[in-house]
């Protein structure tokens, strides 16, 4: 399905000439091109699943945002623009992101669900929480809440 609609993402995108759109899209699909070929030697002749493709969509959004930083740093808000523009197209694939709050009270939750009393704790809540909420967190930041609540 999600291969469905990035393909019709980018055919809308040429009919109405957003280049960034384009661009953008061109390099979700090269890079799901590159992890289905990888996917084929493994034995998957079908290519990576929907669950594997949202991985991917969030790993690119993290690359992104990371080079914002250094650009800023680098005072090349030009560049740094040109990453945010192509943060809000990859985001259209991905589900509704959670905020600091309802990041937050999952954490608390499963906390509590698992009696997790200790840092040793931290892997079971952490694969927790990416069974619960895969594609909806930035999981850096709750393995540092977690790592807060639990030190």
């Known amino acids: 399905m999600l291969r469905a ?3 019709d993402e980018l055919k809308a995108a040429m009919k109405s000439k957003d280049q960034r759109a384009v661009s953008t899209v061109r390099l ?3 890079a799901l091109k590159d992890r289905d070929i990888a996917a084929r030697g493994k034995g998957n002749t079908d290519g990576i699943g929907e669950e594997e493709i949202g991985d991917l969509l969030q790993k690119m959004v993290r690359q992104r945002r990371e080079s914002i930083e250094l650009y800023e740093q680098g ?3 030009d560049l740094a623009q040109q990453e945010r523009e192509e943060i809000q197209v990859i ?3 991905l589900p509704k992101q959670m905020d600091e709050a309802e990041m937050d009270a999952a954490v608390s939750a499963v906390i509590a669900e698992l009696g997790a009393g200790s840092i040793k ?3 079971r809540v952490m694969a927790a929480l990416k069974q619960r909420h895969s594609g909806q967190m930035d999981f850096s930041k709750a393995g540092a809440l977690v790592k807060q609540r639990l030190s």
């Open 5 to 7: 609609r990035l393909n």
């Open 121 to 123: 704790d931290m892997g």
């Open 75 to 77: 005072n090349r808000q």
């Open 28 to 30: 979700i699909l090269a």
């Open 91 to 93: 985001e259209r694939f």
